[in-house]
């Protein structure tokens, strides 16, 4: 689904941020990524969303490599990968409602068509009585849901979330991760980028990736 | 693991009272408000200018058609010669040309009077050699009867010329069409301006909304939407502006045309009806000012769209 081989990544003529990542996210997989804060998590989740290029390396997704991309390639890719931001990254000036449906609408379908779908998907996240309620009125954790909830509307073949439970009480997160892990049951991959150790260990099952000295340990399942 | 995923809350908005389907670029900015008034005044402008162009076009086609239906015979008398017998000559002559509708032939007074303006009144005109004049209407703009009457008049009174004001015509004409192409000229840079206004607007708005831009992007939106979003959202402040100055430029002609008729018969009224006709747009003015307007609001559409696709191609 997502090969990273030999890639590293320096900001200018800066020292490289992470080097030699040589890794894969496979279909139907589930892993956290994980490491200290400024580690370079979130900069990992970007290249593999693509919205950053590597300075050296190769990285290929769903088997087309990145370095050969148009900007219409790029797009159909995007639309296979739903993200989860550390920010949210919601438009001010758009509903709840609007905010999730975004994915669908950027695709160019009717609202008549998906409008059942992001009802019943805000109502699942709880945000069924904050539809009309724009960002800057909804709260951190409401926040959180419409920005997981637009990354799940387009039932994404790969999920990638930074911090998706950083702003929530323990037992939303916990029944957040549920749901991330119920979408990997379905079929989906999932990356999910956290710190939260204890979080970790209760999905002892999942692969994790650990971030740290510009460089990517692997374990699968709890580390010794 | 037996835990329910995520349970829904029960508490629903009502699903035909949420609001869809927003502008992803937002509507009100004090940038878009500033790029409407621009637009507001270049459409009044350029409205002004077309309507002036065509007001001017109208009446010069007015005055050359009112100036090729005349001519003037001059019977310059020599001494010895009756120039009464000789008018009557020269009016009989006239009179049984064809095409030609009424001859009239004034006066000595009437002639002496044409010249008040420049020698004053009560300038003994006596012995001077004023011409007798004689004012020839035609029934077209035909020059084949015009070289009919110049022949006969030249074999039977050769002290008579006739002027047939088409040197006249042609530098009205000429005039005329130097104002049309100067208001052309005008029209044209206020448009260049106006899409220099646009292209610094978009710019901005780009770079205002590259928060929306990224996100966009991000969950899987072409170029082509993006731009699409800002074709439609600089249409809307597009055709914001255009209306305003559009409605103004077309109250300013309405306007003008019922001071033009309430000025008509003061001596500055006459002068500038002279120049503009009666100041009066014809309905086809009008419709010209509203394909203008049109025109701007599509103008401004897809100029934005242009310089968004070309940035956002330059992005990535």
């Known amino acids: 689904m997502i090969r990273f081989e030999n890639v590293g990544l320096r ?12 890794f894969s996210v496979e279909p139907q997989s589930f892993q956290f990524l994980t490491g200290p ?7 990992l989740m970007r290249l593999m969303l693509l919205s950053l290029r590597p300075t050296r390396g190769t990285i290929r997704v769903f088997g ?4 050969a991309l148009t900007k219409d390639d790029l797009t159909t890719l995007r639309r296979r990968i739903g993200a989860v931001f550390q920010d949210f990254r919601l438009l001010d000036h758009l509903t709840a409602y609007e905010n999730v449906a975004l994915p669908l609408r950027a695709m160019g379908r009717q609202e ?15 945000l069924g009585d904050r539809m009309n309620a724009s960002p800057p ?7 959180q849901r419409a920005a997981i909830a637009r990354a799940l509307i387009v039932r994404p073949e790969l999920l990638l979330a930074d911090e998706p439970t950083g702003n929530v009480d323990p037992g939303l997160a916990r029944r957040l991760l549920r749901l991330f892990v119920e979408l ?12 939260d150790l204890q979080l970790m260990d209760q999905f002892g099952f999942a692969r994790r990736l650990v971030v740290g000295d510009s460089k990517l340990t692997i374990f699968d399942g709890l580390p010794s | 693991m037996n835990e329910p995923i995520v349970e829904p809350i029960l508490a629903v908005e009502s699903e035909s009272s949420f609001k869809t389907n927003a502008p992803l670029i937002p509507r009100d900015s004090v940038a878009g408000r500033a790029l409407v008034v ?3 005044i270049m459409t009044f402008l350029a409205c002004l200018t077309a309507g002036a162009a065509l007001l001017v076009a109208d009446a010069s086609q007015a005055w050359r058609s009112d100036v090729l239906r005349e001519a003037t015979i001059q019977v310059k008398s020599r001494a010895g010669d009756d120039v009464e017998s000789l008018v009557a000559k020269a009016v009989a002559i006239a009179t049984k040309t064809p095409d030609v509708e009424s001859v009239h032939a004034l006066s000595q007074a009437e002639s002496e009077k044409l010249l008040e303006p420049w020698l004053g009144a009560g300038f003994d005109l006596s012995q001077l050699p004023v011409p007798r004049l004689i004012a020839v209407q035609l029934r077209g703009q035909r020059s084949e009867d015009l070289a009919t009457l110049r022949s006969a008049l030249a074999s039977a009174v050769p002290q008579a010329d006739l002027d047939d004001h088409r040197m006249w015509a042609a530098r009205l004409g000429a005039m005329a069409n130097a104002v049309v192409i100067l208001a052309a000229a005008l029209f044209v840079l206020m448009i260049v301006a106006m899409g220099t206004a646009i292209g610094f607007a978009t710019r901005g708005a780009v770079a205002a909304n590259r928060e929306v831009v990224e996100v966009l992007h991000l969950v899987g939106a072409s170029n082509t939407f993006i731009a699409k979003e800002f074709q439609a959202h600089f249409r809307r402040l597009g055709f914001r502006g255009a209306l ?23 001596p500055g009224g006459e002068e500038i009806a002279a120049m503009f006709g009666s100041f009066a747009l014809r309905s086809l003015g009008y419709l010209a000012l509203v394909v203008v307007c049109a025109a701007v609001t599509l103008l401004t559409g897809l100029l934005s769209r242009e310089i968004v696709m070309r940035h956002l191609q330059n992005l990535q």
């Open chain 1, 64 to 67: 087309q490599d990145s370095a």
């Open chain 2, 244 to 266: 305003i100055g559009g409605l103004a430029a077309i109250a300013f002609f309405a306007i003008a045309s019922l001071l033009s008729f309430w000025w008509a018969h003061s």
């Open chain 1, 11 to 22: 900001y200018g003529m800066g020292p490289e941020v992470l080097g030699d990542l040589n």
């Open chain 2, 38 to 40: 621009v637009i507001a």
């Open chain 1, 112 to 126: 008549s068509s998906y409008r059942a779908e992001v009802v019943e998907l805000l109502r699942w996240v709880g």
């Open chain 1, 137 to 143: 009125v909804l709260s951190g954790g409401e926040k």
């Open chain 1, 184 to 195: 990997h049951r379905l079929g989906t991959a999932v990356v999910i980028a956290t710190h």
């Open chain 1, 37 to 43: 804060s400024g580690a370079g998590k979130t900069t």
